[in-house]
């Protein structure tokens, strides 16, 4: 099949259009401006429907509009941007409205900067907005992944009827790779969307996440928990590097695997048993897997983007506080030399 | 007596003298009137009208405060064979959505706009609203609305509007007599055959009585209309 070389923020405009989203709406911000730049010609081009917001507010609830009717949508923003989409999110969840929200993440808090970062990692996997619930999250270590798991996005939210986030940071949405345009690798077959607005079936329906009567929105919210719960036992994504006879296990996700995966490749040719567990779905975090695979590993270390997030859900996961932390904040990348000397020093 | 419309589903659970049943079977009539039930969506908002679903037999699409232009933007640019609505309060549509009503105005939208003023917030115990009167009480202007305090002048909604390119129907009803409430219908059916025939955004603003928050009774809730309210915002066509 044909190589294209795009950025990951390309390859995510182009998987959205193969995946056949026909609402997008987004708003300027770095550094997503390829995705909605992009966008803005193929979505004419394709004669689907583009908008450029006057606001994340007002991009994410166009979201939620177009949504209603049963269509595919997508809006994508950086950190600051996905801060004010998520109520709108809440509302998609609580309405059970399926969408794809692409975050390349950038520094934080406020303001930030426009690197790399991986500090959005308890938002995206905690809801982040209000309210008892969760979105799927996906997170690319590739711009051939970032590709592969918007049209993964686009099957999973659907299917659920929950939107689904693909967490991709700023290196991965500016880089640049050779990108095969392959189709969904989602086995399960997509419910038609009967609840859905406008449609010419004499039945009124309303899309709604409000229940004022007593009683309403607790059966409601444990309607919602019995899909976290089937995501969480069916979703469960990850992928290994250099896992047998493993001594030393690195955690890492998005662009940080691929650092580590670096240093995975020198500490074995030192003789030093080191692998890489990377979490592709960070909501449902792979819990499982990584308990299967933990029995023969003596030590763990988590390397992020940051002060220190996916940490918690290994420490979760393995129910021990004796896991080491590797993390840098603010556009700092911890890099593959500071990843050897720390595995030496452990 | 007159009966009520089939698109009009339930018993009203406002306050008594309260404008938005008059408003919503307007709408409900309007809607049959036209024969467009089928196509009929509105994205209604946040408020004492956040259940509007519920009284309306064709689909509604819930809205955050503020979001219902947004909602309904998206909806119509999908699905331009659908007819779309907004109901929205004036917190909604003056305040924390006045973004997304200058913008959704300016791009022109082929959208219905209802805006219901009733110069408060209602829902939440009757606060001040951008469109409150000066000197007029609520619970958080006490001691009435004071411009030298910093609370501001009442937001001119229609006449911001009439100036964009984007809009093509401007009108404030009123729904201080059978007469005015008439008018109001006229108004709103308008808007509804303005998108019918793409005449880009259509707002009709309506005067709306809330008697519980104005601590008056509904013939005198009428009455501050009528003497108070419509100095303020006058009534009529403002751009056509």
């Known amino acids: 099949m044909k190589k294209i070389l795009l950025t990951g923020n390309e390859a995510m405009a182009e998987a959205a259009i193969l995946a056949g989203c026909y609402f997008y709406a987004g708003y300027p911000i770095t550094p997503q401006n390829e995705l909605i730049n992009s966008l803005a010609r193929r979505m004419r081009e394709e004669n689907r429907v583009f908008i450029q917001a006057e606001s994340e507010l007002a991009a994410i609830n166009m979201v939620m509009g177009a949504s209603s009717l049963g269509f595919r949508v997508m809006t994508s923003s950086s950190s600051p941007g996905i801060s004010l989409k998520q109520e709108g999110i809440s509302y998609m969840a609580g309405c059970q409205l399926p969408a794809v929200i692409i975050n390349a993440v950038r520094g934080g808090p406020g303001l930030g900067n426009i690197a790399s970062s991986q500090s959005d990692y308890f938002q995206a996997t905690r809801g982040g907005g209000h309210g008892d619930y969760f979105t799927v999250v996906l997170a690319p270590y590739s711009v051939q992944e970032a590709f592969n798991f918007v049209i993964l996005a686009f099957d999973l939210a659907d299917y659920y009827r929950n939107p689904v986030i693909v967490l991709a940071d700023a290196i991965i949405a500016q880089m640049a790779e050779p990108v095969i345009f392959l189709k969904s690798s989602f086995n399960k077959k997509i419910p038609p969307k009967n609840w859905a607005l406008g449609r010419k079936d004499g039945i009124k329906k309303i899309v709604k996440s409000f229940f004022l009567k007593e009683g309403d929105l607790e059966k409601h919210n444990n309607i919602l928990k019995k899909k976290w719960d089937r995501i969480r036992k069916n979703e469960q994504r990850y992928d290994t590097y250099r896992l047998d006879d493993a001594e030393y296990l690195i955690i890492s996700y998005g662009s940080q695997a691929r650092i580590s995966q670096e240093a995975v490749d020198i500490l074995r040719d030192k003789n030093i048993k080191v692998g890489l567990f990377r979490p592709i779905s960070l909501w449902p975090f792979p819990e499982r897997f990584l308990k299967n695979i933990s029995k023969k590993v003596k030590k763990f270390l988590v390397v992020e983007q940051s002060l220190g997030q996916m940490v918690e859900d290994v420490k979760l996961a393995l129910q021990t506080d004796d896991i080491y932390f590797l993390g840098k904040a603010g556009g700092g990348i911890p890099k593959v030399s500071e990843i050897i000397n720390f595995i030496k020093k452990i | ?240």
């Not at chain 2, 331009?80 to 105005?105: C, K, N, R, W």
């Not at chain 2, 501001?152 to 129907?169: A, Y």
């Not at chain 2, 100095?231 to 009529?236: L, Q, R, S, V």
């Open chain 2, 1 to 240: 007596m007159l009966k009520p419309p089939k698109s009009l589903e339930v018993d009203t659970h406002y306050c008594p003298g309260c404008g938005h049943g008059i408003i919503h079977r307007i709408v409900a009539e309007v809607v049959e009137e036209l024969g467009i039930k089928e196509k009929t969506v509105a994205a209604t908002s946040v408020g004492c009208s956040v259940v509007a679903y519920d009284y309306w037999d064709f689909d509604c699409c819930e809205s955050a405060h503020g979001r219902a232009l947004a909602v309904a933007t998206a909806i119509k640019r999908c699905r331009p064979d659908l007819v779309v609505f907004t109901y929205q309060g004036d917190g909604d549509l003056a305040s924390i959505g006045l973004s997304e009503t200058i913008h959704s105005a300016n791009r022109g939208e082929n959208l219905t706009c209802i805006f219901v003023n009733n110069a408060c917030y209602g829902m939440t115990g009757g606060q001040m609203a951008p469109t409150t009167l000066i000197d007029q009480k609520t619970a958080t202007t006490p001691f009435g609305r004071k411009p030298e305090l910093g609370d501001g002048w009442p937001l001119n909604i229609c006449s911001i509007l009439s100036l964009l390119e984007g809009v093509g129907f401007v009108a404030r009803g009123s729904l201080f007599n059978p007469k005015e409430v008439l008018r109001t219908k006229q108004y709103i059916k308008r808007a509804f055959v303005n998108q019918l025939e793409n005449k880009r955004f259509s707002i009709v603003e309506v005067l709306s009585p809330c008697p519980t928050v104005w601590n008056l009774s509904p013939i005198e809730a009428l009455k501050f209309i009528e003497n108070q309210m419509q100095k303020i915002f006058p009534i009529g066509i403002i751009k056509e």
